[in-house]
Each structure stands twice: as C-alpha cells, then as structure tokens.
C-alpha cells in the first residue's frame, strides 16, 4: 500500500487547512477596526467586543489586549498592531507548546482517556492510521467494554484500516482487554499499542480509579509506559474542560490533548481559551470524522492562522 503522507506539514499548509475551519477571519475584522477608529482606545475598546465576540473568554481578552497596550506606543503603525498581537498570544501559548518527544524507540503504549463522546474512539483509529503510515506496526486495544458498542466500534475501524485490535465483551473488565492487549502486543513484532477506553465523568471516583487501575496494568508490562496518556477534548466545549484535565491529570498522569472536532468550532477562541485553561501541551487536533483527519497540532500555528486573510 502506498504511503500517504498524512501529515500535511506545519507551517502554512496547516495554517491553511485550520483557517478554513473558522467562519471569519479575524484579520479582516482587525484591519476594519484599525482603519475605521481615530485613537488608541477606541481601537481597544471595539478590539476587546470583537474577540470577545469571536467566543475567547472575557479574561483572556483582557489579560491579552493589557499586555497588547504596554507594548503599543501611542503613535503606531496597523502592522505593529497585528504584530504585538501576535506576539502576546504567542507569549501566552508556548507555555502549552507542542511537546511530541514522548514516544521511544521501541514498544511504546498511547492510553486515550475523556468525558463521553469527547472522540476517544475514533481519535485511536486516527492515530492509528496516522504512526501506521509512519511506519509503526500498530496494535489497537478496545477497552471500552461498558457499551455494548463500544468495542465494536473500534472493531470496525480496525478492519477499515487493516489493523488488528483486541477487544471484550460488553461488561468484561477492561483491565483485562488492557492486559490482553499488551500480551498479545508484547509477544509480537508490534510497536505501538494505542488504548481506548470508556467514556468517563471526571466527577465519578469509581471510574477514575478504574483509569489508575488501567495505567498501572500497563506499567507492570513496562514500567516507563504509557508513553502517553492523552486526553480527548471536545473543542467545541469551551468550559468545564479545566475541570476536566485537572481531574484526568490526577487520576491518569496526563502527557497532552487531542483537541476534536475543532471543524466544528465556529470561530477560533473557544480553542484558546482551551489552551489558556489546560497548560497541557495540546498535540494532536481532530478536524473531521474521517482517519485522514487529524493534524499535529501546533499552538504558534494556530495563532498565525487567525491572522491569515
Ligand atoms: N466533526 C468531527 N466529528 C468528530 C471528530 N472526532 C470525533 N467525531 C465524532 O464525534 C462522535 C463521537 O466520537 P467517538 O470517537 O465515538 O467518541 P468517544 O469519546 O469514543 O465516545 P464514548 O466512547 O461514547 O465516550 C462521533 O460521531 C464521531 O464521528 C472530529 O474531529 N470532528
Ligand atoms: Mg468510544
């Protein structure tokens, strides 16, 4: 089978692909209030109603346009504008910038953990054809057995994509879908293992103990894995999700996000808001139901998309 590069590559093809998710360029309601207001705090004050409108959240736009102001001078040129901008988002996100150095050489395990309906699943069929078109033997472990689709799902995914999974049956111990999953993967010449599990509320101690449970059968395989443990978002939800990661990071250790569904986010700034919020590397972003829609996710890119024409 012929390789296909899934990843479209960084920089402006992915500014590209994201921008073309957004309704509205946020440049070009920039540019309208720059050209249209006389003095420097007219600008901010209509800048502050535009992003806000453009769903980032009051704080955020505050705390971006105080640092914006110290660094504008009270004469200045529209392009020093767009630039101090930037830099001020910049500045704030690299704190969450992308982290992928985590997988090894070797046998490497990718846990994927989140609230129901997040994109779990389909998140493990799009890595999955993403590290197998990079040449990884991949293994799929289902081990959502608390629906009865759950495993089937996945089940499904693996024979579109020509990849095996171990699965259970509704109401089996997903520890033990974990367990067989890394016996099977351990004896053969697999080398990754990618891990679904149930959907969870952050809120029930019962099934977050579960995820410790989970994390700890595979440690006993390999003490330094999951290599990952990464935390599905839905990017569309733009609250609750600090909630979310604190409670996830406590129980399961985790190493970053996947933001889905981000074609569904009608504007940027919810996506921001995420990123100010977490301050966990986001890594991977989901932008379509489909395998090939995923991209690595770049926060500097991101930005720079929101400044695209
Ligand atoms: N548009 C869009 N839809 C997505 C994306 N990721 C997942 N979905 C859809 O969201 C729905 C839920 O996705 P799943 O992968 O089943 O979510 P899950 O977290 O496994 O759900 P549970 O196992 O029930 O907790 C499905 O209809 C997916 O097709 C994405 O990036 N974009
Ligand atoms: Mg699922």
Redesign the pocket.
């Known amino acids: 089978m012929a390789k296909i590069a899934l990843w479209r590559g960084k920089g402006y093809n992915f500014c590209m692909k994201i921008k073309g998710m957004f309704k509205s360029s946020l440049k070009k309601k920039i540019d309208l209030v720059l050209n249209a207001s006389k003095n420097k705090e007219e600008i901010f004050e209509e800048l502050e109603e535009l992003l806000i409108l453009a769903d980032i959240s009051m704080e955020l736009v505050d705390s971006i346009l105080t640092g914006v102001k110290k660094k504008i001078k009270l004469t200045f040129e529209k392009e020093d504008f767009f630039r101090v901008l930037k830099e001020e988002l910049n500045l704030r996100f690299t704190s969450v910038a992308q982290d992928t150095g985590r997988l090894g050489d070797g046998k490497n395990v990718i846990l994927?953990v989140?609230?129901?309906?997040?994109?779990?699943?389909?998140?493990?069929?799009?890595l999955a054809h993403h590290f197998g078109n990079k040449g990884k033997k991949v293994l799929l472990g289902a081990a959502?057995t608390?629906?009865a689709a759950?495993s089937s799902?996945l089940s499904l995914w693996g024979q579109r994509l020509g990849i095996p999974v171990i699965g259970g049956q509704k109401g089996a111990d997903p520890g033990s879908v974990v367990y067989n999953s890394l016996t099977s993967f351990d004896t053969k010449e697999y080398d990754l293992l990618i891990i679904?599990?149930?959907?969870?509320v952050q809120t029930k101690d019962n099934l977050m103990k579960e995820l410790e449970k989970l994390t700890n059968i595979v440690k006993k395989f390999y003490p330094s894995q999951p290599a990952e443990t990464l935390l599905?978002v839905?990017?569309t939800m733009g609250q609750n999700t600090l909630d979310q990661a604190k409670r996830f990071s406590e129980f399961s250790g985790i190493t970053g996000i996947v933001l889905?569904?981000?074609?569904?986010t009608a504007k940027g700034g919810t996506v921001l808001n995420i990123l100010d919020a977490l301050k966990i590397p986001v890594k991977f972003?989901?932008?379509?139901?489909g395998e090939k829609?995923?991209l690595e996710f770049s926060a500097e890119e991101f930005v720079e998309s929101l400044f695209m024409d």
């Open positions: 994927l989140g609230i129901n309906g997040s994109g779990k699943t389909t998140t493990a069929a799009k959502d608390f629906r759950g799902q679904d599990t149930a959907g969870r599905v839905d990017g889905s569904k981000i074609d569904g972003a989901g932008i379509g139901e829609d995923l």
